[in-house]
């Protein structure tokens, strides 16, 4: 049991100032955050009187039993039955049974807490209890852990069983510790190469469980809250998640209208921020747990939205297990990871995250947008790598399916987004080349085949751009085939997989994510080889480079391995490459380049205005031809 004085230095100390305001400011994160959560579980339910002017008598001027006439067994409208600022008893007892003995007789060790002269209504009020306690039997054997709670005004008797106990100066209710949870689907892996136990055959000859795998779990940590400031409740149209923390007056006491009755203090078991990853699955090894327990004043709104959206997330989670329909609110699994940076963040950095989260999305849309119009605005080919695209098309594939064979931890926006990046670099094939299908060699395996043919004979810059794309593409393969190579090989030896499918596009994507920025290497050779930028989109490579800084934040303020956060630096580097180029080949995007282009968003009909003019009306052909401003004879720009 915990020391005592423990317990009244916890209780006397105020709250600092920095740990007050990162509750208010994460109480209002949440309040912001999951307002459509709010919407589902709480709908338009607004039949809550909370603080109304409360037309019930207090208990203590209720009449007699035998003075009522219209007695309803349901109240209508429910006030406290003490008032604010009782000053209050507690005791909490472990047991796995709902039957509880006379206090006297049940096992001091079982007695987890014992609190006196907790002021009710007082929000400076916060004591802390720290112990443990061994866990019964039947706990270990999936049973339930009850807590028994056992509350009283000061110094009134807290055994139901004593003689002098009286229902109007105490109540007693339960509530389980432990839940009882499905467990996580893992998925079985094994070596595919190397391993000849027999474990991995006894593995595959288990039969899978039909259904979902229930467990209980036990979560060392509980925050118990009573509820001051209630008031006078609508008890018939109170929120079903609210209703099931409301202890009624044991007596079943009514006013005179026989309507309306009183409840007791709400003593609330707050779990709503219990972390799945920290909880311990209950079994017969497990003979000792910890328990911290916080006891404090809660506001009713904030007790209000902790009830309802953590049990709706209970109940979507259940459904979910349970093999029913998606609920809007998910499986549990994003609300828990949203839990899990509410807490696991500094508020500070938390505030900047979601910033620089709407920029990431501003630019990602911008750079969508930019991207599209400069394709569709090219007139040719000219610095275009077609293998480049091709590349993206592949390794986008399969980034694609890498998901969908981890489907069970992937958001379908994940997925959707993904989609959509393949079909746009599909599109871009069309926009470079005509891709048909033409009948194939005599000794083919296959009759037909997939070619892509040129949209028109090609100029001689776009000669040289296709010949300077097979050139550095010659020598990217001389660098990236060795390393997919050596990391297949050590992925093949050393890491376990579902399947062959899955090895080969687990190691596929692995290299994706790795080496994927060296398909930007070409362009910059091309661009080198050019010596010119000015077929580049340089909006859109704006908007991508600048959510790559982003990226780069992230990096250095979200928990990953050091390898990982090194590899995201590596798109930075073509970044400032790209930077000295378009330094070096300077463009001036306000005029008809050479390639026939006027900027990445600007119409044809401008591009066509902006060409300069063979001759300005009603001029002098000698003095045209002094000024230079023939088109045939002017100079490429630098």
């Known amino acids: 049991m915990p020391e005592v ?7 006397n100390e105020a709250v600092p100032a920095s740990n007050r305001f990162q509750q208010a400011i994460q ?13 589902q579980f709480l709908g338009n339910n607004k039949s809550s009187t909370t603080g109304k002017t409360s037309t019930v008598p207090a208990y203590t001027d209720r009449p007699a039993g035998d003075d009522i006439n219209n007695y309803n067994s349901i109240p209508q409208t429910i006030a406290p039955i003490w008032p604010m600022n009782s000053s209050l008893d507690l005791s909490i007892y472990l047991a796995p049974s709902l039957v509880m003995p006379s206090l006297s007789s049940v096992d001091k060790s079982s007695l987890v807490l014992e609190e006196k002269g907790f002021v009710l209504g007082d929000y400076q009020e916060n004591r802390q209890i720290d112990t443990t306690f061994k866990v019964p039997r039947e706990v270990q054997n999936n049973g339930t852990l009850w807590a028994h709670f056992y509350i009283a005004l000061h110094n009134h008797p807290l055994d139901p069983l004593a003689k002098t106990y009286d229902v ?8 389980p510790l432990n839940q009882v949870l499905p467990k996580k689907k893992v998925a079985k892996t094994r070596k595919l190469v190397g391993s000849s136990s027999e474990t991995n055959i006894e593995e595959e000859e288990k039969p899978e469980p039909s259904g979902p795998v229930w467990s209980s779990y036990y979560h060392p940590n509980f925050t118990i809250s009573f509820i001051p400031d209630s008031g006078s409740q609508s008890y018939v149209n109170m929120h079903p998640a609210i209703r099931q923390h409301v202890q ?11 309507q309306n009755g009183w409840y007791y203090p709400i003593l609330f078991v707050n779990t709503f921020w219990q972390l799945r990853d920290h909880m311990t699955e209950l079994n017969t090894t497990v003979k000792e747990l910890p328990l911290h327990i916080n006891l404090n004043n809660l506001a009713n709104w904030k007790f209000s939205l902790y009830a309802s959206i953590g049990e709706g997330a209970k109940q979507n989670q259940k459904q979910a297990a349970s093999g029913g329909p998606m609920s809007a609110g998910g499986d549990g699994s994003e609300f828990e990871a949203f839990k899990r ?66 489907s069970d931890g992937t958001s379908w926006m994940i997925l959707f987004g993904q989609g959509v990046g393949i079909l746009l670099e599909a ?12 009948e194939a060699a005599p000794d083919s395996w296959l009759p037909y085949k997939v070619t892509f043919e040129d949209k028109h004979k090609l100029s001689e810059t776009e000669q040289k751009t296709k010949e300077y794309d097979q050139i550095a593409f010659r020598y990217l393969y001389m660098v990236a085939v060795p390393l997919l190579g050596a990391y297949a090989v050590y992925s093949l030896l050393y890491e376990t997989h579902k399947s062959w499918y899955s090895f080969i596009i687990t190691t596929l994507v692995g290299s994706v994510y790795a080496y994927g920025f060296l398909m930007m290497v070409p362009s910059l050779y091309i661009n080198y080889r050019l010596k010119s930028v000015a077929h580049m989109p340089a909006k859109a490579m704006t908007y991508k480079f600048l959510n790559t800084f982003i990226d780069d934040l992230f990096a250095f303020t979200i928990k990953m391995p050091t390898l990982h956060r090194l590899a995201t630096l ?25 390639f026939g282009q006027g900027g990445d968003d ?25 000024t230079g401003s023939q088109t045939s004879t002017a100079k490429k720009r630098r």
Request: glycine share 4%; proline share 2%; charged share 20%.
């Open 570 to 594: 590596r798109d930075d580097v073509i970044f400032f490459v790209y930077i000295y180029q378009a330094w070096a080949y300077k463009v001036d995007y306000t005029r008809v380049n050479e």
């Open 341 to 406: 940076i509410l807490l696991d963040t500094n508020i500070y950095l938390l505030g900047t995250t979601a910033v620089v989260s709407v920029l990431h999305m501003i630019f990602e849309g911008l750079a969508f947008k930019s991207d599209i119009s400069h394709w569709r605005n090219k007139k040719d080919n000219v610095g275009i790598s077609f293998r480049t695209i091709l590349a993206n098309v592949f390794m986008q594939t399969v980034i694609f399916l890498y998901l969908v064979d981890n």
């Open 5 to 11: 004085a423990q317990q009244r230095q916890a209780g």
């Open 27 to 39: 109480a209002i994160g949440i309040f912001f955050l999951v307002q459509f959560l709010v919407g």
């Open 427 to 438: 599109w871009k094939i069309t926009k470079t080349v005509d891709v048909r299908i033409r």
């Open 168 to 175: 109007a100066k105490a109540y007693h209710f339960f509530h």
């Open 248 to 258: 009624l007056e044991a007596l079943g006491a009514r006013d005179a209208s026989g």
């Open 602 to 626: 600007e119409p044809v009909e401008e591009k066509l205005a902006s060409k300069p003019l063979s001759a300005a009306p009603e001029a002098d052909p000698a003095a045209v031809k002094a």
